[in-house]
């Protein structure tokens, strides 16, 4: 899939920016977003965090992919004292990268394909500072015990349970192969970039249950919210239903690493189609 030949890393920069703001303006079901607040994170919360990741996003063509995630999750924590962005960063931090290249897929895996070490450690560590929920405890890479290996390795070994995970071992597949053509596709045929981040979010859900939700709450509870994701989609069930369902005062049914990936499809359509 060919980028821009003409890129600079600040609109690489800037596009990343865009994505996160997109993707939380929107009103997707279950979410924080411009008319839902929760508790402890606000949609405000959002859109700081957004400005925070620019000026770590400028650095990404000159520096590892670790040192970028790191600083970002830093400059982030500056500003907004929970986590709103960590899976957003670790998506988009790849992608900003390969926007140096010409072929934006291409240029995706040899970033994955020579991650190191010590971008392991460095991501450990804006794990651990950015404190997210629902990771639980494992018997071979957990965050608490640092990394064993490289960052692709220690990705592989949470893979089944963490979508964030799973696309730096497939090369980001469900954010080129579902997310970024819903999210094209919608756009052509309506002109409504919210409407359109809505549904991308809806046909990822459907796609594949959202590892956020089965860490919490369990595989058949994620697996019945993709049902009703897809009941949506078909008409059959309204958004206002669906997000009714998914609204709890622990927000524990909340689709999060969906919404990660929302970003990460906004950024690569923006890149390839001009979004």
Request: net charge negative.
């Amino acid at each position: 899939m060919k980028g821009r030949k003409d890129i600079t890393v600040e609109e690489a920069a800037l596009a990343a920016q865009a994505a996160c703001v997109l993707e939380a303006s929107a009103p997707k079901p279950g979410s924080v977003n411009r008319l839902h607040d929760f508790a402890d994170t606000t949609f405000e919360d959002f859109m700081i965090s957004a400005l925070a990741i620019g000026e770590a996003m400028r650095l990404a063509w000159t520096h590892t992919v670790g040192e970028v995630v790191l600083k970002a999750v830093e400059d982030t924590r500056r500003l907004v004292s929970t986590n709103t962005n960590l899976g957003m960063i670790l998506l988009l931090t790849p992608l900003v990268k390969a926007a140096a290249s010409d072929d934006l897929r291409a240029g995706l895996r040899k970033v994955l394909r020579e991650l190191s070490e010590t971008d392991a450690d460095l991501v450990y560590k804006a794990i651990r500072l950015a404190a997210p929920g629902g990771l639980g405890k494992v018997t071979r890479g957990d965050i608490d015990d640092g990394a064993r290996g490289t960052l692709r390795e220690m990705m592989y070994l949470a893979r089944e349970h963490d979508a964030v995970a799973a696309a730096y071992v497939n090369d980001y597949q469900v954010v080129f192969e579902v997310g970024c053509p819903a999210l094209i596709n919608y756009y052509r045929r309506k002109g409504n970039r919210t409407e359109a981040v809505v549904y991308t979010y809806l046909s990822l859900l459907e796609q594949q249950p959202d590892s956020l939700v089965m860490r919490k709450c369990g595989r058949e509870t994620a697996e019945e919210i993709s049902r009703q994701a897809g009941l949506v989609l078909k008409g059959k069930m309204s958004l206002g239903e669906f997000d009714d369902f998914l609204r709890r005062p622990d927000n524990a049914l909340n689709p999060g690493t969906t919404s990660d990936l929302v970003a990460a499809s906004i950024f690569v359509a923006t890149l390839l189609d001009g979004l």
